[in-house]
């Protein structure tokens, strides 16, 4: 059992910068891929990016491409998500996630394939 806690959301600006957190517990952190995903008021939940466990692989929804990086620290057991640019469209809860059955360089998009799901924390960009 992995449980995962996000910190770090808060309200800025347009055009300004946040680092989401994502503190997982347990001893086998290193060997799960991590994800984040974001839901907005009214709608769906949707990918924003993904790591593998290795860190050789990163992938990245369309619309935040460019802006957001997302990282980890094995020896913290966090995963983080820069995010630089900041839009009001990035207003949402944001969630991590972690992939047990990965292997070395495998990321995944999908909600389904994700284990463990934190509680998420709200980012709020203001125009």
């Known amino acids: 059992q992995v449980q995962l806690v996000e910190s770090g959301g808060g309200l800025v600006q347009a055009g300004g910068s946040l680092r989401l957190s994502c503190a997982a517990s347990g001893r086998t952190f290193s060997r799960y891929a991590m994800g984040w995903f974001r839901q907005a008021p009214g709608k769906e939940r949707e990918f924003v990016a993904a790591?593998?466990?290795?860190?050789?692989?990163?992938n990245y929804a369309d619309s935040v491409k460019g802006r957001f990086t997302i990282s980890r620290d094995d020896a913290k057991n966090t995963v983080y998500l820069q995010m630089n640019s900041l839009k009001p469209e990035d207003t949402a809860v944001y969630y991590c996630?972690?992939?047990?059955?990965?292997?070395?360089?495998?990321?995944?998009?999908?909600?389904?394939?994700?284990?463990?799901w934190g509680q998420g924390t709200q980012v709020t960009v203001s125009s």
């Open positions: 996630a972690a992939d047990r059955k990965k292997t070395f360089s495998g990321v995944t998009h999908l909600q389904s394939e994700y284990d463990y």
């Open positions: 790591i593998s466990w290795s860190g050789a692989s990163t």
